[in-house]
């Protein structure tokens, strides 16, 4: 049996509910192109057994992508990715990665912890363009 591409985490400090962690997980890798048409995603024991939740949280999260037409379930195979969310912009995210890897690691030298680095991006990503421009 042909090894699941994605590997779900939860954290527990974000606020969103675990399933809805589970599908945005999914989504990011489609986005990314990590998760192509075809792929399978774990199975629901897979993920209870790794993530040690409710295995309704995994089915409640794998309906939703289902809903939205991203994955079918294939009765007693599996669940499998049936559309992509990555665009043409695909080609740009290994530069992109690169720079962002690098501003990670300058954050870090200059003593900002895990935390203060995600309040930072968060904060600056969530500022309108426009106070940019001024």
Same mark, same amino acid.
Request: proline letters at 4%; hydrophobic letters at 45%; a neutral charge.
């Given at each position: 049996?042909?090894?699941?591409?994605?590997?779900?985490?939860?954290?527990?400090?974000?606020?969103?509910?675990?399933?809805?962690?589970?599908?945005?997980?999914?989504?990011?890798?489609?986005?990314?192109?990590?998760?192509?048409?075809?792929?399978?995603?774990? +199975?629901?024991?897979?993920?209870?057994?790794?993530?040690?939740?409710?295995?309704?949280?995994?089915?409640?999260?794998?309906?939703?992508?289902?809903?939205?037409?991203?994955?079918?379930?294939?009765?007693?195979?599996?669940?499998?990715?049936?559309?992509?969310?990555?665009?043409?912009?695909?080609?740009?995210?290994?530069?992109?990665?690169?720079?962002?890897?690098?501003?990670?690691?300058?954050?870090?030298?200059?003593?900002?912890?895990?935390?203060?680095?995600?309040?930072?991006?968060? +904060?600056?990503?969530?500022?309108?363009?426009?106070?940019?421009?001024?």
């Amino acid at each position: 049996m042909e090894k699941a591409l994605i590997e779900f985490y939860l954290d527990t400090r974000s606020g969103v509910s675990p399933y809805q962690q589970l599908v945005q997980q999914v989504r990011h890798a489609l986005r990314l192109g990590l998760l192509g048409e075809g792929d399978q995603l774990p +199975t629901v024991k897979e993920v209870v057994a790794h993530l040690a939740i409710n295995p309704n949280t995994v089915l409640k999260a794998y309906r939703e992508l289902e809903h939205e037409g991203l994955v079918a379930a294939r009765q007693g195979v599996g669940t499998f990715v049936t559309a992509t969310l990555a665009g043409t912009s695909l080609a740009a995210h290994g530069p992109l990665r690169l720079e962002l890897r690098r501003w990670l690691a300058k954050a870090r030298r200059a003593g900002l912890d895990e935390e203060s680095i995600e309040a930072l991006f968060l +904060t600056t990503f969530r500022t309108p363009a426009q106070e940019d421009i001024a």
